[in-house]
């Protein structure tokens, strides 16, 4: 998307939110329910006015949602997901190693054998390093797994 | 109170105090540093530490972690725009550009010096003020409390000046986040979508960190050729001592005002630095000549944030001392390590044996933001040379990763690296469509605030014919509703005002 309408795009996020929020509210007691109530009306009202400026007096972004290198970027923010919803099940050193080695490779300009190896050395190094501190020395449990 | 003043001064004045309160500034600036590790964690490692060591010599490193801690959240705000601890979040609005216009040593070095001054004030404040300060907090109740988040709230119309009602939306979904979780009053479990997990609430510092830093990260990633920091070859480090020396005391009312805004907020009960950095920077950008170049890497900005933060850090241990109320959350950890020491908080810490002990972990302050100085100076120079100098190729994944461990590291919960990682990529749809992420983050901080000061004044209005009137007939309440109403009209005053300067001047 290069030239979008901003206020046309946020006005529908902030209603959809205060939709799907108002249809989550349950029986609620009357001190708990207060400040929702509130607040989604008032969100959904924010959402219909972002719409009607859309029409009426709209603000465009240029170049939203573009980047230099979109697919490395999105390759990028898919390595973070799996690494964070695999960390508890695989365990932390695992899932870090292969994630971290991952990004710094396809951070890499020149994509070969060598630069792989050296993005997963750097990988090891940072990985053994931080766990080290946090699990050794700071006594935080980080996930096991399956494996460790 | 004169010479328990100046013999608690000597007694803190050893070679094992000095050097415990350099690692201890040290060990806090480092924590601070990292997203995820907080105040409170780094206060809360140490305290089992200093059980085994004499009163002064524990209270002064505890006093050095916090002060250090508070202040290394710049570090991470201005060079990665990742606010350390939430006290830091401000600093990201002006840090962060001047790092991308190549001026990050100048930026480190501009909170350096604001930060220390911040303290040096809030210590002042601490010392003289403490008995005083404690009895106006007291007064403060829940229709008090509702008032200040509201005021608060307000900042959004300085925080995105650019569309007015985007940065109200963007708070009203910030208030929407905050209220996942158990209510406070009436313990209702609300919007968990089943999960065990969002009981507790969504975690504040996951979804700072987020929003804050996960969407830089990515355009990082996006861009890796055009991202490259810039670094100013032509000034030396003699050069940008004086400048940043000159952002801060050039203007010293700005300076002054935001460590006074910092110290008085600290001394209300649960309004911390969080709150204090957010309300001092809408100060500055609302006193200033210059409000346009706010958000584009003013120092002033930074200056206002960060001696705000570090002065809330005195603030707050003034309704610990005096009333055994903790001001913020490491307060807390420092009320324990009082009674591990034997000591009670209140009016007793004043007099007797104790005194010495109380002026002396009061004064450490000064020392305190000194070293911090010092160590700051040292330290940034050194830290603006690692992140400018090292590629983004290495820079982006490896900050991802502690992110992602800081995140865990919280409570030890993958549910608050999960929330981290889909606030972040909500964070990056918000800054493509101009959502400022200040307001949604101020929301989520003012919402449990507001809430808990609506629900239990209409309970306490209960006694009243119409129970809403207790929330316009207090007499603190009253005046905060006038600050508010200023709050908001300020701005359409100031432009109506400038408009005429400016046909005049045609």
């Known amino acids: 998307m290069k030239r979008g309408n901003t206020d046309l795009i946020g006005g529908i996020i902030m209603l959809f939110s205060g939709i799907f929020f108002w249809l989550q509210m349950g029986h609620f007691t009357k001190f708990g329910l207060l400040f929702p109530r509130a607040i989604i009306i008032l969100i959904i009202i924010s959402g219909i006015a972002l719409l009607i400026k859309s029409k009426v007096n709209p603000s465009y972004g240029e170049n939203i949602f573009v980047e230099d290198d979109m697919p490395r970027m999105i390759l990028i923010a898919i390595i973070c997901l799996i690494w964070v919803l695999f960390m508890k099940r695989i365990g932390f050193i695992v899932t870090s190693f292969f994630a971290l080695g991952l990004s710094f490779w396809v951070l890499k300009d020149n994509r070969n054998l060598k630069t792989f190896l050296s993005s997963f050395i750097l990988a090891a190094c940072e990985v053994i390093a931080f766990y080290y501190i946090f699990a050794k020395l700071l006594y935080v449990p980080l996930p096991e797994g399956i494996l460790f | 109170m004169l010479y328990t003043v100046l013999t608690s001064f000597a007694a803190i004045f050893t070679i094992k105090n000095i050097l415990f309160m350099i690692f201890g500034v040290t060990a806090g600036m480092i924590a601070g540093g990292l997203p995820g590790l907080t105040a409170t964690m780094s206060v ?13 010599t524990g209270l002064v490193t505890i006093g050095a972690i916090y002060c250090g801690a508070v202040f290394g959240g710049a570090f991470s705000a201005i060079l990665v725009n990742t606010p350390g601890t939430p006290s830091s979040i401000g600093t990201t609005f002006d840090g962060y550009p001047m790092t991308k216009q190549g001026k990050g040593q100048e930026a480190v070095f501009t909170a350096t010096f604001a930060s220390a001054g911040g303290g040096l004030i809030g210590t002042v ?55 996942v979780g158990v209510a406070p009053i009436g313990g209702d479990v609300r919007f968990t979508l089943g999960m065990p997990s969002f009981q507790g609430g969504i975690q504040l510092i996951s979804i700072l960190i987020g929003f804050f830093c ?12 055009k991202h490259k920091m810039k670094t100013v070859e032509m000034q030396s480090g003699i050069d940008v001592f004086k400048k940043s020396f000159m952002n801060v005391f050039k203007k010293p009312v700005n300076f002054i005002r935001s460590s006074i805004i910092g110290a008085f907020v600290g001394v209300i009960p649960g309004a911390g630095g969080n709150i204090a950095n957010l309300v001092a920077y809408n100060e500055a950008h609302r006193s200033s000549s210059n409000p346009e170049s706010f958000g584009k890497g003013n120092p002033e900005g930074v200056v206002a ?65 000194l070293l911090m100085f010092v160590v700051g100076i040292l330290g940034g120079k050194a830290i603006n040379k690692i992140v400018t100098s090292v590629g983004h190729k290495y820079l982006v994944p490896s900050i991802i990763f502690m992110t992602i461990l800081g995140s865990y590291a919280i409570r030890n919960n993958i549910m608050d690296v999960i929330v981290m ?24 901080i003012l919402g449990p ?27 603190i309440s009253i005046i905060l509703i006038v600050l508010t109403l200023f709050s908001v009209i300020w701005p359409f005053i100031k432009n109506k005002r400038d408009a005429k300067n400016e046909r005049g001047a045609a």
Request: charged share 10%; proline share 9%; hydrophobic share 55%.
């Open chain 2, 305 to 369: 944030t960060e001696a705000a933060n570090n002065a809330t850090v005195e603030g707050s241990v003034v309704p610990l001392l005096t009333l055994g109320i903790p001001g913020a959350p490491p307060d807390a950890i420092i009320y324990g390590a009082l009674m591990l020491q034997g000591l009670r908080p209140g009016p007793e810490l004043f007099s007797g044996p104790n005194a010495k002990i109380t002026y002396a972990f009061m004064l450490s302050f000064f020392i305190a933001n």
């Open chain 2, 449 to 475: 605030i507001a809430e808990k000061g609506l629900v239990r004044g209409y309970l306490m209005g209960q006694a009243l014919p119409v129970p809403w009137m207790i929330f316009f007939t207090r007499p």
């Open chain 2, 44 to 56: 809360a490692l140490i305290v089992p530490f200093t059980f085994t060591m004499d009163p002064i």
């Open chain 2, 214 to 225: 996960i969407p830089e990260m990515l355009k990082m990633a996006g861009n890796l050729k």
């Open chain 2, 125 to 179: 404040i601490l010392i003289f003020l403490s008995v005083p300060l404690s009895r106006v907090a007291l007064k403060f109740g829940s229709p008090e409390y509702f008032w200040i988040s509201i005021f608060g709230l307000t900042i959004i119309a300085s925080l995105a000046s650019k569309s007015v009602l985007k940065g109200f939306a963007g708070g009203l979904f910030g208030l929407l986040i905050s209220m």
């Open chain 2, 421 to 444: 990682l889909v606030g972040g990529f909500i964070g990056y749809l918000f800054k493509e469509l101009n959502f400022h992420p200040g307001p949604v983050v101020l929301g989520l």
